[in-house]
DNA sequence: GCCAGAACTCTGG
DNA sequence: CCAGAGTTCTGGC
């Protein structure tokens, strides 16, 4: 498999893309580009990594666009490995509204699950690889607090204090 | 390989 | 406060 990435600059940090020829594969952020790049070879360690800053500008600025809240929806293309439930989960992620967010425990209910699986879910979203295209910030802890977040809490505080302050309806 | 425990949680006893 | 629920991963044996 071949893959090709970038790094460039974000609101939040250093922002890597990675993408096969099908699609995205991981989106992360981080304040060091070494790190960036240590990290995507250790995922993809049978993979063919290689640099290049330009085949995935249009995907780039879309996920740029999204961060400044330019645009609302993302609607990329994604190549991930993922299970049934982390597919499951993802996709009731990716159907939450901009600005909004639902608590861990309401994600398991539309699953089918009981709020029980509320653990297991908020270890789906962990495990998600690309962070921005499906909005594992919008989930937060039934008691109001923000839980964790896989790339810093401080950047999950940052992308919905932007969410809300473009989405004024949800305070 | 198998089992225990943890991981971005929540509820009931 | 503690234990258990649902899934995946990791680390110890």
New binding site residues.
Partial sequence: MRISYTIVDSPLGRLLVAATPRGICAVSLHDSDAVLEAELAKDYSKAELHRDDTVNQEWVDALLNYLSGVTSDLDLPLDVEA????RKVWDQLRAIPYGSTR???ELAGALG????????????????PVSLVIP?HR?I???GGL????WGLDRKRALLAQERSVDLLFI
């Fill in positions: 299970t049934d439930f982390q608590t861990y425990g699950y009981s709020t029980t699986a509320a653990r297991a879910v908020g270890h789906a979203c962990a495990t998600n594992c989930a802890r039934n008691d839980g964790g977040y896989r």
